[in-house]
């Protein structure tokens, strides 16, 4: 068994909505099926026990090991703790090569998964020895370290239940929620809104008391020092008990309560200073800490927090119990889980000492013995929620402190007896404001009820009924799609809406080319997504995409599939028929929402059948209205698009919108048949965005194809009376559009420059030159920039045999190189003559094209 080409399918894909691992699995002919290896079935379930079946429901063909990976992979993660629940396996077209693919919900760990999943199959193979506790652990541990957090994931988790998109933008807890213009960022529990500034007041912990106090807000009394001396000078000045903290310090990392003695203080000064030069000393608060949470303008929550202890039971050590504590499941290294592990050290250790306990004494039955005197989470502490107990003046008091330093989601310490009850009535005090707080301690507190914080703070980013969403239109299909991109997004951008695009020549926002080349995959997509000056955008999306990494977005607002064609790259990544392509590109007819549209094709029945795929509204486009799958779809009441003599028809049951094709240029009058499918594919998309027609009118008008605006779709130039077309037809479906296009062209003499991609299957490459070689008087053949794996000459000789049979072609030249070939034409042509060039290099091409013509 042998893994290779391990992917990452990051969004809806070929195989599901899951994000997924898929693996190419070959086997040897000795291992395909398991019943081939003797006891190789009892030796896994030995190893991993909670394997599974390693059958898939419904599946009555013989278990290979392809499929005791697939559900190793699978259950590795979930008994790891991962939600996974998705998996397949599925043979190529070559013997004993299978597809794997396997949900993840951690990239990461789905990628480990498999390494570990080959590890057990191979064990279980030759009878070796496999730690399936190691491997688990090893799961678990990389889960933790990649997962978001619990105050971060709580946000998430409330972004996804208001149907809210997001994406991670970094390992850690930068996320973005949101699409282009409506898009909002965060940074765990800090908003974007949320000032440098005002984090800067609230590090600066020293000013934030100035602020409150001039607030009128009660804080307790304190100085900054940067030595012992003065800070012990300071404590006595004060009045002890003191409290020490590092002055721009945060999760209570250096601070210190309660401080007595001249020797602690020594200790807890010096653990402060590893954390801030400047140490703040301060007047010790009698009461309870608690913490209260503030996001936006209201309390959401409150917490009473407290030191991590442990309550002696006559039998055991200090450090024993601590020991018992920490087995505790809820609690863990760092903020992964609800409750962190005590930890012992200098500052535990000299807490005990204060308290006249050692690590290693026998505590008295129910005595307590305190191991910080500060309260945070992160250092051990608990925390029981009193939302429901809050005074209102308190709550008041808080949301006033997090707007006097700026903060949007405030973490507010406030020490007190009881928080039922004024501060000034009871002697307490604001001791810190906190930007970006845990939130973990509301979320799933020790005691009491568990506060959904992470919806207040979506709520505070995010109106009623706002999902960050903006309009989103994917188009797929094998020809025509670039031009119909450009078309829908001219018609959207006449609304005054800031367009995003993408296509194989590049990635447009408001029209600039932001960056080159072939730009059709998920990657360039979720870029225009990430652009905060996007109000709407539409994305050509490419079979290869797909495949290898799935859609760059979770659904789309409009899926356009504008045709199948036979030479759409079939042979490449076990896609063999055009069936099989079907299937590939209806993931964007099938990842519309409920409340979206697909605009497909009745004129190819591949196209016209995925609209059974389709969770919402279906649009039908075709030249002929009288198809069987129009008439069905018409009679339904639904909606369509077709040609009446020189009108395109929009028709929604009785009622019809008509289009004159004498007002879209792009058409040329209705004279060029792929022009008008693809007029009609953007019109469906503008229909079912909700344009209204006065506006799609003057999109159609004013729409320009032309070199500069649509490089190589159909761009037509006058050299010297003759007419050039250029175009980036490469396969036999787009070369006998384009031969019907150029019928309805009046010429004396045709001829052609063309070259072949290496990538097609042999007849696609023949087929091509057999179609041209009907049509034009004299073909040109040249040999592109690239052969995609193909020996030198191999392509030419190739198109030069569809010539063999060609009843009207007589003169064929082979050149080396493009732009010869085209200069080459160029001295050929008469005035009346027509030439069709096929480019390869677009850009360079219509550039060559465009000085020759200056220079005529």
Partial sequence: MELSRIRALRGPNLWSRHTSIQALVQCDDNERAISHLPGFEARIRARFPLIGAMRPI????????????????????????????????????????????????????????????????IAARDDQAFDLDAALKALRDLDEDERLGPSTGSIVNAAIARDIPYRRLTRGSLVQFGWGSKQRRIQAAEIDSTSAIAESIAQDKDLTKELLRAAGVPVPVGKVVDNLEDGWKAALEIGLPVVTKPFDGNQGKGVTVGITQRDHFEIVFAVAQEYSRHVIVEKFITGDDFRMLVVGDKLIAAARREPPHVIGDGVHTVHELVDIVNQDPRRG??????????????????????QGYTADSVLPKGARAVLRNNANLSTGGTATDVTDDVHPEVAARVV????????????????????????????????????????????????????????AVIETMFGPGENGRIPVVAVSGTNGKTTTVRLIAHLIGQTGKRMGMTTTDGVYVEGRLIDTGDCSGPKSAKNVLMHPEVDAAVFETARGGILREGLGFDRCDVAVVTNLGEG?????????TTEELAVVKRVVAQNTGPDGTAVLNAADPNVAKMAASCPGH?????????????????????????????????????VEERIDLSGIPLTRNGSICFQVDNTMAAIGA?????????????????????????????????YKG??????????????QALVQAVDAMP????????????????DDIRRQTEILGEAFDGVILYQDACQRGRADGEVVGLLRQGLDKASRTTQIEEIRGEFLAIDTALVKLQPGDLCLILVDQVEEALAHIAQRIAAA
């Avoid at 004024?422 to 906190?434: C, D, P, T």
């Avoid at 759409?568 to 063999?576: E, K, R």
């Avoid at 009118?697 to 605006?709: K, M």
């Avoid at 010429?747 to 042999?762: C, E, F, L, N, T």
């Fill in 58 to 121: 419904g599946y009555e063909g013989e278990i290979t090991i392809a499929h005791a990976l697939q559900y190793a992979v699978l259950n590795l993660q979930a008994q790891a703790g991962c939600p996974v629940t998705f998996s397949r396996s599925a043979p190529t077209t070559e013997a004993g090569l299978y597809q794997v693919v396997v949900e993840y919900t951690e990239e990461a760990v789905g990628r480990l998964a498999f390494e570990l999943a080959e590890k057990l199959c």
């Fill in 333 to 354: 290294e760092g903020h992964a889980t609800s409750l962190t592990k005590i930890r012992f050290d200098n500052i535990a250790h000299s807490r005990l000492a204060v």
């Fill in 400 to 455: 006033a402190a997090a707007k006097m330093v700026g903060i949007d989601i405030a973490g507010v310490d406030v020490v007190c007896e009881n928080v039922g009850r004024s501060l000034e009535a009871q002697g307490g005090g604001m001791v810190e404001v906190n930007a970006a707080p845990g939130l973990r301690m509301h979320l799933d507190p020790s005691y009491g009820k568990g506060r959904d914080v992470g919806k």
């Fill in 568 to 576: 759409d790259h079939l042979g490449l990544n076990y896609i063999t």
């Fill in 618 to 654: 279906v649009i039908f486009f075709a030249a002929d209205p009288h198809l069987p799958a129009m008439v069905t779809h018409r009679a339904h009441g639904k909606r369509a698009i077709f040609r009446d003599g020189n009108a395109l028809v929009a028709a929604d049951g009785a």
């Fill in 686 to 718: 503008a229909w079912a965005l909700g344009i209204d027609w006065n506006t799609i009118r003057l999109g159609l008008a004013t729409f320009v194809n032309d070199a500069a605006t649509a490089p190589g779709r159909f761009n037509v130039f006058d």
């Fill in 722 to 735: 003759a007419t050039l077309v250029a175009d980036y037809g490469h396969n036999p479906d787009a070369i």
């Fill in 747 to 762: 010429a004396q003499k045709r001829w052609v420059v063309i070259s072949g991609a290496g990538d097609r299957r042999d």
